[in-house]
């Protein structure tokens, strides 16, 4: 058997439907050696973008919220779903404004990643903004309150290093954008 | 309103019964405003283990399988869930042997992330594996083939900088390791 023969899909059944926030699919494979698998579930989340966003002062800018997912209060970088025929990076500087009252001039994409390579649960889109500065109050209009936090570029590698961020999307941009600028 | 007031969970349903592999529930919330917010969709996948095992010679190992939310193959670092009462390590040096043939006598936890802040989509535990060697061929008794390569480090700090690494477990667990290796 070659290494590179795909798996035929026979079947794709919704599920779940909570658009435009969450989709859930039930799909039927037939693998290369002929078996078939069915209800393997996929989570169709919508594409987001986060980013690290580095003050000309040498801070990083983070938001702190409530996630229900731990029950408790997280510091993350900005981020938020892609709307409607909105590219990866206007979709990173409308969230980066209406987050954290922010902009910034030089922007650089750091890939692109799939959440769960089973499953779905949706792309982060990363980017580095450099030359940030906060110009405005945080106007998220997010469920739920949301506060601004900066912090020193070694204190956000100490943190990170030492497992402090644990929403992956923020820890995954945070390494990428440490390396992208050499620290 | 105090900056950490939680979300009171009034009630969960179960939507989708794919066990042991995917659950997924509608929860309804009264947020610290009062506000009620209804079927807010939470995935809930096991928890798993990732390991970036570094060779006694500078390799690193990973495997590449067929992924049918990309509709191709991936190369991406040895993972999988925990199994009932598995600690952790202990699920990482077993996938790492089942996936890659490989045992690794140094072992460092990375840390543990939510793949998701908002809906769960399961917990990654992350590993470096240090003095790693491949003693076996792969027999990972997972769905479809998967093979083992080796890339050596300068190559691996190369493509996960230029994005090529796109299983975001993986690309998190690459940033997380090149760090705390000082590379």
């Known amino acids: ?57 040498g801070d990083v800018i983070f938001v702190r919220q409530y996630r229900q997912v731990v029950d408790d209060y997280l510091l993350e970088l900005s981020a938020g779903h892609l709307e409607a025929d909105e590219s990866p990076q206007a979709a990173a500087a409308r969230e980066l404004l209406e987050e954290c009252g922010a902009v910034a001039t030089d922007w650089r994409s750091l890939g692109r ?17 450099r030359e940030a500065q ?9 469920i739920g309150e949301i506060s601004v936090h900066l912090l020193p ?3 956000v590698k ?16 945070i390494g990428l954008a440490l390396a992208a600028l050499g620290v």
């Open 134 to 142: 906060i110009v405005a109050p945080s106007n998220s209009g997010d």
């Open 153 to 155: 570029l070694p204190e």
């Open 1 to 57: 058997m070659s290494s590179d023969q795909r798996w035929q899909r026979l079947d794709k059944r919704l599920v779940v439907d909570r658009s435009p926030f969450a989709r859930a699919y039930d799909l039927d494979f037939r693998l290369p050696d002929g078996r078939v698998i069915t209800n393997w579930l996929q989570v169709d989340l919508p594409p987001f973008a986060i980013t690290f966003p580095l003050t000309t002062n």
């Open 113 to 129: 990643y799939v959440m769960d390579a089973n499953r779905g649960c949706g792309w982060a889109h990363v980017f580095l903004a």
């Open 158 to 173: 100490r943190r990170w290093q030492a497992g402090e961020f644990v929403s992956a999307p923020t820890a995954l941009a």
